[in-house]
């Protein structure tokens, strides 16, 4: 058993005891007849949960059923489409642990120039901790971006991880703080969008957290960079000594990409393993059979299950998913040429009349959009393409229509203001009539007594 996998194992043995511990004293004990579980059954049955919870994938209407795994999260992701294959708790927030490392590496990729110096600063050694995968390097050490990046994605080097933060910043015109910029900023690009990311290389921060689905996503935009392949895919590697630095001899760390070790996997080509104390057994693996490619990503994986279970979730995708074409199949009537020659995904037996189609206008280009494919709901890919005459026409009558009966709208709602302020100015009309007759009897009244009054004054005087 390797020490990553007992560690798993003594964490969740701890865990069970801590949770015993805050049952509280004087908890009754077994009840007659009641047999008390052993640690290894309470182990076997915290397995058990995790392996019980729900596949969200599996609920989708006529979709491949998938395994189980004793990872909390994981994904089946196909490059190509970008499809998303399995799916159990994808968009759950975990700690990645040195998985973090590939999104450093991306971030250097585009950022950075693999003959680029990497200095060791005091700070890419200050913060190790004993238990910290390091290879040793010291203040001064002085490498290439591309030895550092051998160090960081193969031994899981976390100075190597630090220094090449750094030193991409800097070399960049900026700084480290810069770098983990990036990295957030990348992942959100990429459409994650459940990730925090504090540091380079993955060491437990509460604050540094990703999820299954943007760790995929990180996975499938690493296969446009081909010199990630050339270092992932290397055994053993050696940084020469040197004026700058000593020698520095490691190895692969991914078993599924060791030919002769037990988790060996032919069609695996890629990855990353991570473990930490809160995030437990995290992996990264790219596969390709030659005809599709596959991202797998398994997160909290309890006990000494993360690579059988990744073996599991690719076995699952290559057997059930196949490509289809477009450009070869796409009949609609609206679409009159398919630019990209893109496969999308479907399940094995799915015929390509089965699938939905949406199309989705590309207002820049006027005659273009995008062709949004489903099964029942489930995108399994898009493609750009020139829209018909017929399609646009379309479009436009019904544009044209909206627009009318907007305008239709507005003329009957003006209609109601006009005939709301004619009402008023006939209001207004009738009062100002009214205060004018009141005031022609007033002034009459007013008149009237003013004459009764001189009337009576003529009779007095008479007398």
């Avoid at 058990?48 to 992701?77: C, F, H, K, L």
């Avoid at 379309?394 to 009402?423: I, M, P, R, V």
Wanted: proline share 3%; charged share 25%; glycine share 8%.
């Amino acid at each position: 058993m390797g020490i990553a996998a007992l560690a798993a194992i003594l964490w969740i043995y701890a865990g069970v005891s801590v949770f015993a511990a805050e049952a509280g004293e004087g908890e009754a004990s077994p009840a007659e007849g009641q047999v008390e579980l052993t640690e290894e059954e309470k182990l076997q049955q915290e397995l058990d949960g995790v392996y019980a919870m729900p596949v969200r994938s599996n609920e989708r209407e006529g979709w491949p059923q998938g395994p189980g795994t004793y990872g909390e999260a994981a994904i089946v992701m196909e490059v190509e489409s970008g499809a998303i294959l399995y799916a159990k708790n994808i968009d759950e927030r975990h700690f990645p642990a040195s998985i973090t490392k590939l999104l450093t590496a991306l971030v250097a990729f585009e950022n950075g120039k693999l003959e680029d110096p990497v200095l060791f600063s005091h700070e890419s050694l200050a913060f190790l901790e004993p238990g910290d995968a390091y290879i040793g390097m010291k203040e001064g050490n002085q490498i290439t971006l591309e030895q550092a990046l051998y160090a960081t994605l193969l031994a899981s080097a976390n100075e190597g991880a630090y220094a090449v933060a750094e030193n991409v910043g800097k070399n960049a015109g900026h700084d480290y703080e810069w770098f983990l910029e990036q990295m957030n900023a990348r992942c959100r690009e990429l459409g994650g969008e459940n990730s925090n990311f504090t540091n380079p290389h993955g060491l437990h921060d509460e604050n540094h957290y990703t999820c299954a689905r943007d760790m995929a996503l990180i996975g499938r935009e690493l296969f446009r960079h081909p010199e990630f392949f050339n270092i992932v895919q290397t055994l053993n590697y050696t940084i020469p000594a040197s004026d700058t630095t000593e020698e520095h001899i490691f190895q692969q760390k991914h078993k599924m990409l060791k030919e002769g070790n037990a988790y060996y996997y032919e069609y695996a080509v890629g990855g990353k393993t991570g473990y930490t104390d809160q995030a437990l057994s995290t992996l990264v693996t790219m596969a390709d059979n030659r005809d599709m490619q596959l991202v797998c990503v398994v997160l909290k994986t309890h006990g000494a299950n993360v690579y059988p279970d990744t073996r599991n979730l690719l076995e699952y995708g290559f057997a059930n998913f196949s490509k289809v074409l477009p450009a070869a199949n796409e009949k609609s009537e609206d679409v009159a040429e398919i630019l990209d020659e893109q496969n999308i995904v479907a399940p094995v037996g799915v015929e390509f009349k089965d699938l939905d189609l949406e199309i989705v206008p590309d207002e820049e280009t006027g005659d273009e959009g995008l062709l949004e494919y489903s099964y029942k709901g489930i995108p399994v890919g898009t493609v750009r393409a020139v829209l018909s005459q017929t399609y646009l026409e379309k479009q436009l009558e019904a544009k044209e229509k909206a627009q009318k009966e907007s305008e239709d709208g507005d003329k009957k709602s003006g209609k109601k203001k006009t005939d709301a302020s004619e009402n008023r100015q006939i209001l207004k009309k009738c009062i100002l009539g009214a205060a004018g007759v009141l005031l022609v009897v007033l002034a009459g009244a007013v008149v009237k007594l003013f004459l009764d009054s001189k009337r009576r004054e003529k009779k007095k005087k008479k007398k």
